[in-house]
């Protein structure tokens, strides 16, 4: 039999342990939106020694890109290793370019029921520029389903032949 103090403990443990992870769970930042989502991707492209985003382990393009479009990519990559050539993607898809010097961003997202469309516009190198987004909620948050870029040429899924 346990004695009362003993008790009181226990109860107390549990009762402080419970109120850290409650604390925890309050103190948690909420999912980030669709907007929120892109600004944290362009946000690493500003600036004179911005590194941009690598894409270049799988870990790295599951953070950004639904399942679908994310495991054709990973695959190309694969499949371009083994070759020993370049991947089929060869410029950065956030600012369709290989270089960058990134300035006056502009986010509109447009929500229609469960499809979150997103336009980005800036300027590379004084030059402008707009990529459209189509984003989706998936259990670890917004995901790139496609990315439409400006300069007319072929979608991100058209290009990986994503259905």
Do not use: C
């Not at 890109?65 to 190309?76: C, N, T, Y």
């Amino acid at each position: 039999m346990i004695a009362v103090t003993e008790l009181a403990r226990r109860v107390s443990v549990a009762a402080v342990v419970l109120v850290s992870v409650v604390a925890a769970v309050l103190a948690a930042p909420a999912p980030a939106g669709p907007k929120e989502f892109l600004e944290a991707i362009y946000k690493s492209y500003l600036g004179k020694e911005s590194k941009g985003i690598a894409l270049v382990k799988p870990a790295e393009i599951r953070r950004y890109f639904a399942p679908a479009l994310a495991a054709a990519m990973i695959k190309d990559q694969a499949e371009a290793a083994k070759r020993r050539e370049v991947p089929t993607l060869e410029s950065d898809p956030f600012i369709d370019a290989q270089d960058w010097e990134i300035a006056d961003i502009a986010i509109v997202v447009t929500a229609t029921g469960a499809k979150v469309d997103a336009s980005v516009s800036f300027t590379n190198f004084k030059e402008k520029h707009e990529i459209t987004y189509d984003l989706v909620q998936t259990p670890a948050g917004w995901r790139i389903a496609n990315i439409k870029f400006g300069s007319g040429r072929e979608s991100l899924r058209q290009f990986f032949k994503v259905k």
